[in-house]
């Protein structure tokens, strides 16, 4: 099943894409246009639907928050239909370069993101009278990158809220590194948060801060059970919400709330 949807925020349009082999889609996923800027593209598998919204607007740069395919899939086809350049972090330049393996439900759900080469980030993105500062943001993974237009109070952020209380990480998010992000997105001036999940057109560093709250009380909750002497295993049974099991099933266990206790310590294991 397909789903394409766009909405208007101001001058920033949203595309919201979805894909699912059977049923409806159980995640959507958000790109914006703004002023010749792409920000992320939406998954492979809806392609023809990604740029069939974007239709014949001109698209002048092309920027990635980071290189989870949800975001990446179609950086390649706008680059081949536009010219534009790809922008985002090192990192993500790399990965992309030759592209990188998925596991079978990342095939099912999003599909492959293409091989595309990537330039830097390294100055702000000028689109006038906008101004996009990158500001990088690891933790949901290493490479992620938010976009800050001071002036208008908007940050593109990505997969940085999603939600104020996640029920899963991957298996390779780093729970201190996404609070020390968290922190330091706090101190920048913004109030809509375009995430590519969930955007709040108000309110949305109230969002954020929720969900710094909520993973700085997990981080503590865990470390007081850790120092009581509880092993991972007890300390995932007594403080697991039990709202990870779908997504823990179709994901064969690459995402769950286990994930986020065992990132919790990995400080101290
Ligand atoms: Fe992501």
């Not at 703004?34 to 002048?60: E, K, S, W, Y």
């Not at 991957?170 to 330091?184: G, M």
Request: glycine share 8%; net charge positive.
């Amino acid at each position: 099943m397909h789903l394409m949807k766009k909405k208007t925020f101001g001058p920033v349009q949203a595309v919201q894409l979805g894909y699912s082999p059977i049923g409806p889609p159980i995640m959507s996923v958000y790109f914006y246009y703004l002023n010749g800027l792409l920000i992320d593209t939406g998954q492979h598998h809806m392609q023809l639907h990604a740029l069939d919204a974007i239709g014949d607007l001109p698209v002048r740069q092309i920027l990635l928050t980071h290189h989870h395919e949800d975001h990446s899939g179609n950086a390649a086809a706008f680059q081949k239909k536009t010219g534009a350049p790809v922008r985002g972090h090192a990192l993500t330049a790399s990965k992309l370069k030759k592209g990188y393996r998925i596991r079978l439900y990342q095939h099912l759900i999003w599909g492959r993101t293409a091989p595309v080469g990537m330039a830097t980030l390294d100055t702000p993105i000028q689109s006038d009278p906008y101004v996009l500062e990158p500001v990088e943001t690891p933790g949901h993974s290493k490479d992620h990158v938010v976009f800050l237009e001071k002036n208008f109070g908007w940050l593109f952020s990505g997969d940085l809220y999603i939600g104020e209380r996640i029920k899963f990480f991957r298996s390779d998010e780093d729970l201190d590194a996404q609070i020390h992000s968290l922190q330091k997105v706090m101190r920048l001036d913004f109030d809509t948060l375009f995430c590519a999940h969930n955007p709040c057109p108000k309110n949305g560093k109230r969002h954020l801060s929720r969900k710094l709250n909520y993973l700085v009380t997990l981080k503590q909750e865990v470390m007081v059970l850790h120092q009581k002497g509880y092993s991972v295993k007890e300390i995932i049974r007594r403080l697991d919400p039990g709202t990870d099991r779908r997504v823990k099933w179709i994901t064969m266990g690459n995402a769950s709330f286990a994930h986020m206790v065992r990132s919790a310590l990995k400080s101290v294991s």
